[in-house]
T-cell receptor
Framework: DSGVTQTPKHLITATGQRVTLRCSPRSGDLSVYWYQQSLDQGLQFLIHYYNGEERAKGNILERFSAQQFPDLHSELNLSSLELGDSALYFC?????????????FGQGTRLTVV | QQQVKQSPQSLIVQKGGISIINCAYENTAFDYFPWYQQFPGKGPALLIAIRPDVSEKKEGRFTISFNKSAKQFSLHIMDSQPGDSATYFCAASMRGYSTLTFGKGTMLLVSP
């Protein structure tokens, strides 16, 4: 168990709809990262929040948005969903080590858009 | 532009054999190179990591070899076991940036 909690585990929704994925980082970690995992693209970085502030954006669509709340949990909002948005969405938090930032991933939310 | 290229896409190794997965990167600003292991239904978990000032790092049966001049690094799994069957991802990040750039993954199957 990484200590990163994601809900829900599975989500099935229709095209055009909006969903919210939730993530709680490990206790004490201030950073939250969102990644999308698909078969053809692998793990793609979406967005990084640190202590409530957006730090970096990756390949995140304009239809997607995220925020991190004062209690450090984060939500990823996906709107106007398309079939191609079906993927696994992972949240991670990280801790700085002597080598680099070690990321801890949650178990993911599997999103299926039908 | 894919900044970390990983090969092979899939690999079948017999129990007791050596599994080798290769990665190449383009961005010379990368200075942290972790490998992640992912089992079905789980999130990726850190396996082993290396910095470019070291050419090799070993932890148990897992070894990273790093060639800075060639901008390549590889994961070797010695005495591969069926329990090692998983998807392996190489990754990289830059100093001052904590986000990871991942390779596309290698699905390893170790046959009994």
């Amino acid at each position: 168990d990484s200590g990163v909690t994601q809900t829900p585990k599975h989500l099935i929704t229709a095209t055009g709809q909006r969903v919210t994925l939730r993530c709680s980082p490990r206790s004490g970690d201030l950073s939250v990262y969102w990644y999308q995992q698909s078969l053809d693209q692998g793990l793609q970085f979406l967005i990084h929040y640190y202590n409530g502030e957006e730090r970096a954006k990756g390949n995140i669509l304009e239809r997607f948005s995220a925020q991190q709340f004062p209690d450090l949990h984060s939500e990823l909002n996906l709107s106007s969903l398309e079939l191609g948005d079906s993927a696994l969405y992972f949240c991670a938090s990280s801790v700085a080590t002597a080598l680099g930032n070690e990321a801890f991933f949650g178990q993911g939310t599997r999103l299926t858009v039908v | 532009q894919q900044q970390v290229k990983q090969s092979p896409q899939s690999l079948i190794v017999q129990k007791g054999g050596i599994s080798i997965i290769n990665c190449a990167y383009e961005n010379t600003a990368f200075d942290y190179f972790p490998w992640y292991q992912q089992f079905p239904g789980k999130g990726p978990a850190l396996l082993i990591a290396i910095r470019p000032d070291v050419s090799e790092k070993k932890e148990g049966r897992f070894t990273i070899s790093f060639n800075k001049s060639a901008k390549q690094f590889s994961l070797h799994i010695m005495d591969s076991q069926p329990g090692d069957s998983a998807t392996y991802f190489c990754a990289a990040s830059m100093r001052g940036y904590s986000t990871l750039t991942f390779g596309k993954g290698t699905m390893l199957l170790v046959s009994p």
